[in-house]
């Protein structure tokens, strides 16, 4: 083999289309006669957020471009940051990959199997650019392997300028996108075609999703305020056969007591002062699809028990009306709250308990899956960077993904959310930073004032916490910072739960209240 016309060939190849996913197709495809290649990776270690970037890969069968982001250790993450390989020159070898940190977290996120790596970095002006990753399933790659690549480093450089220069190009173009196309955008992200975190932190959740959704069972979502329960709720029902039919989404804690039976059921006309017309309620307008009944356990005893009969036979009976209803349906419900307590407490009807309990999946809270931060992180500053408005998409400053991943999260990922809208209100031209944002203050957690009679009884304890926050808040229910908003519990709930427990407010609350 001629030097000249091997590099004459595959140049033609790598810098020969624009699609980068492309080239390295080609390439592999022409390099294959001359080295054993199975799999190329074309990637670059993102030092802000302490992950590998993977932007295409490629095999003889199949080609990708991608923006992939894959969460690395701190020893990884060591091995990624070097300016050079271990061997001190541009190509490096290693016949026991796994045996090395950040290549066995990069196979195995990839699921690639690999007897032998070889990696060419790629560097122009002594910046590096990224990384060229060759991968043998059987054979051993040899020093001559090396040379002859090394060989392509310039064709490479070029092709990975190229590709930077192109993605920024297109991110840009993204930003004027017209309204309709950012709408599909939206809807799509809404309806759960992709969901932030699906291949690690969720990847249990999803394999439970993807199980669970063909079928018409029940599904139960459980988890912290702001994981993301809606969703999950989303994902399953447009991953399911029911996903051309409606997606009717109730926040139950939302409605008034006195309206829950007509928004969940409807009315007929005239079956109570107002009602001037016959309405369809939730479940009527859900029919044929799916319906996600977020804080379920906000439901009060009566609307439990109708919404039982909707589960036993799937029909309902409008209010006011005698017409039986049948509905084919899917029901899918969430509660932050611990239902078996509240069963216990005869808050939560334990027939309706056993008939929702039928697919329980648990959604982990973002301190156990801190992981997911750098990915969810990029996802929250390109949207919001789009919905701001912002000209450009700002870049973090160094040290910024540590701080995120040392911070407990107790909002999850909305209080993610709103932590990167207000950095980019705050500084919208970048580089993003959070310390001053997130204070050492906010992980203090305010110890409960101590009873003075210790006891074990729920409602003597719920009794007195109430009686504490009523306090806190001059006797304040209803609105801003009333003892409901406090407790995050719609405040005619409240008020029927202090009914049960006698505990008085209004006027006389301030004598009966200590």
């Known amino acids: 083999m001629v030097t000249s016309e091997f590099f004459r060939e595959a140049t033609l190849r790598i810098c020969g289309d624009l699609d980068i996913e492309v080239a390295l197709q080609s390439t592999l495809l022409y390099l294959q006669d001359f080295i054993p290649l199975d799999r190329v990776f074309l990637q670059y270690y993102d030092q802000n957020y302490g992950a590998m970037r993977t932007i295409a890969m490629a095999t003889a069968n199949e080609c990708e471009k991608m923006d992939l982001l894959t969460p690395l250790s701190k020893e990884a993450q060591n091995s990624a940051a070097l300016k050079e390989l271990p061997t001190g020159g541009e190509v490096a070898i290693f016949d026991k990959p796994y045996e090395r940190a950040i290549s066995r977290e990069m196979l195995l996120f990839h699921n690639v199997p690999c007897t032998s790596l070889m990696v060419l970095l790629l560097t122009s002006d002594k910046q590096l650019l990224g990384a060229l990753v060759f991968i043998s399933e059987k054979e051993i790659y040899t020093p001559k392997d090396g040379r002859l690549v090394s060989i392509l480093k310039e064709p490479f450089v070029i092709a990975m300028s190229n590709e930077r220069r192109h993605r920024e190009a297109l991110k840009l173009k993204d930003l004027l996108a017209d309204d309709n196309r950012f709408l599909h955008r939206e809807l799509g992200r809404i309806s759960g075609e992709t969901i932030v975190g699906a291949n690690f932190g969720l990847k249990e959740v999803m394999d439970q999703v993807r199980r669970v959704a063909p079928m018409d069972s029940p599904v139960l979502l459980m988890g912290d305020t702001g994981v993301g329960k809606d969703v999950i709720a989303n994902a399953i029902h447009y991953s399911s056969v029911r996903a051309d039919g409606p997606f009717i989404s109730v926040n139950c804690g939302a409605i008034p007591d006195t309206l829950i039976d007509s928004e969940l059921f409807g009315h007929e006309k005239g079956a109570f002062t107002g009602a001037i017309a016959q309405k369809r309620g939730r479940f009527e307008r859900a029919n ?213 427990l006698g505990i008085v407010y209004g006027r006389k609350a301030k004598n009966d209240v200590k």
């Open 288 to 500: 044929e699809g799916s319906i996600f009944l977020d804080e379920i356990s906000e439901l009060p005893l009566q609307a439990q028990t109708r919404l039982l009969r909707v589960l036993q036979n799937k029909e309902i009976e409008r209010v006011g009306g005698a017409t039986t209803i049948p509905l084919n349906i899917r029901i899918i419900a969430a509660t932050n709250r611990n239902l078996i307590e509240m069963v216990k407490s005869r808050l939560f009807r334990e027939d309706l308990w056993f008939r929702l309990n039928v697919f329980p999946i648990w959604i982990p809270p973002l301190r156990e899956r801190k992981s997911d931060i750098p990915a969810l992180l990029q996802h929250f500053i390109n949207q919001k960077s789009k919905e701001l408005k912002l000209p450009s998409i700002p870049t973090l400053s160094p040290g910024a993904i540590d701080v995120l991943m040392d911070y407990h999260w107790p909002g999850n990922v909305r209080e993610l959310q709103n932590i990167v809208e207000r950095a980019l209100i705050l500084n919208p031209q970048g580089p993003l930073s959070f310390d001053r944002i997130i204070h050492p203050s906010q992980e203090k957690k305010t110890k409960p004032s101590s009873p003075l009679t210790k006891t074990y009884k729920l409602d003597e304890v719920i009794a007195r916490h109430i009686k504490q926050i009523l306090l806190e808040t001059n006797g304040k229910i209803h609105g801003p910072g009333g003892a409901a908003a406090l407790l995050g519990v719609n405040a005619s709930t409240l008020r029927n739960r202090m009914n049960k």
